[in-house]
């Protein structure tokens, strides 16, 4: 039997394999070892190969498409749909098969080595950023607790931590623990800026990177996420369906003809919403031309400051959309006029 479709059920040291003819009947229900994987598949005739989009996907699947066979990623939830009953690794794969043999199914491309290095970048700053916050909270409740209270932000921590250094509230053995929080703030902060220097070098070496950069809301940090993460904006249609794959635009509800449209669906990269949502929110609070903004001034008539910031972010990725897929810099005076 001649295997044309294989569905790959990825896991950490048992892999399962289900494989169809031309003709969809199974030719291959088999589960593998993780050093026996690339032995399994050198030994096939080049086939279509479905994976789920999980962790270790893109590598798996560029060690596959090193051995000719045609590998793709699809998003889980899709795959769901095609489980026929029960949960195991048998049924996953099996569902896999079939999933990726549809005609309408989405795929995910598949990521390079350069792309997952820039996105550590940035999974590894977001994490710091996160433990940053949180020893922040952590002396701040601290010093409540001896009637020490400062107002929220990382702009507050230097009058934060001069109380521990001319106020006699804060008794030992606490001043103590809380200095060592406050020095594991201080080599946080460090480690962030080493991580954005490193950043602000790839985005140097991006041209892609460097035109999103001219976007009003958009730095070099989101539109180094924005091209690692997206290297061709060709996979989408239009910057609404570039909208619609980061989770800006609204929930529809509709039927019998009746348009019913909700919150934002949330769905896609978190990461890159966010980004774009706290760079929109910077253009309302900085941004004069923002703030003379005839759409923006409609908007903020009408809806509070956060659903604006959204709608704005919507626009940002449309906008950036346009200036991947036409290789040209965003031009203030054309957009405006």
Known sequence: MQITTIGLDLAKHVFQ??????????????RLRR?????????????LVGIEACGTAHHWARELRALGHDVRLMPAHYVKAYVKRGKNDAADAAAIC??????SMRFVPIKTREQQ???????????????????????????AEFGIVEPQGVWHLGRVLRHLEVDDEVIEPARQVIGLLASQLNDLEGRIKEVDKQIALWHKASPTSQRLATIPGIGPVIASAIAATVPDAGVFRSGREFAAWLGLVPRQRS?????????????GDRYIRRLLIMGAQAVLQSSKAARANPWI???????????????LANKTARIAWAVMTKGEIYRQAAASA
């Open 17 to 30: 394999v289900h494989g169809c003819d031309a003709a969809g009947n199974c030719g291959v229900k088999r």
């Open 35 to 47: 050093n026996q994987v690339l032995e399994f598949f050198a030994g096939l005739a080049p086939c």
């Open 98 to 103: 079939e999933a990726v043999s549809r005609p």
């Open 117 to 143: 290095a820039v996105l550590t970048m940035h999974r590894t700053r977001d994490l710091l950023m996160r433990q940053r916050t949180q020893l922040i909270n952590a002396v701040r409740g601290h010093l």
């Open 255 to 267: 039927t019998g003809g009746k348009q019913r449209l909700g919150r934002i669906t949330r769905d």
């Open 297 to 311: 001034q409609n908007l903020l008539a009408r809806c509070p400051r956060l659903k604006v910031a959204v709608a």
